[in-house]
């Protein structure tokens, strides 16, 4: 069975760095689109970094610069480095995998979904 089990959030300061994983079973995810969505209170979920089966890399505006996606194929496993945080990056983090080779930004477009790991971010 397909399971995806997110870990690495947390509470940390403004200015501060977090690294999110994604440790995929069940499926060789390789060269298969990868994301990190995030939702807050009130909000929709958005995605926030993409990384396709080719590793092409795509990010929302928010967190460019900030963010990098990266993945690890041998392990299947999925990472978010998060740094400069700020309280608005304050959130539940999700990983995700389609069904494609290459990732669109709709998370309507996910196969998979992890349960979710919170990042508070305080000021």
């Known amino acids: 069975q397909v399971q995806l089990a997110e870990s690495g959030g947390g509470s940390v300061q403004a200015g501060g760095s977090l690294r999110l994983s994604c440790a995929a079973s069940g499926y060789q995810y390789s060269v298969y689109c990868r994301a990190w969505f995030r939702q807050a209170p009130g909000k929709e979920r958005e995605a926030v970094a993409t990384?396709?089966?080719?590793?092409?890399?795509n990010y929302a505006d928010s967190v460019k610069g900030r963010f990098t996606i990266s993945r690890d194929n041998t392990k299947n496993t999925l990472y978010l480095q998060m740094n400069s945080l700020t309280p608005e990056d304050t959130a539940m983090y999700y990983c995700?995998?389609?069904?494609?080779?290459?990732?669109?930004?709709?998370?309507?477009?996910?196969?998979?979904w992890g349960k979710g790991t919170l990042v508070t971010v305080s000021s």
């Open positions: 995700a995998t389609g069904a494609a080779y290459v990732c669109s930004l709709r998370a309507t477009d996910m196969r998979y």
């Open positions: 990384i396709d089966g080719d590793g092409t890399t």
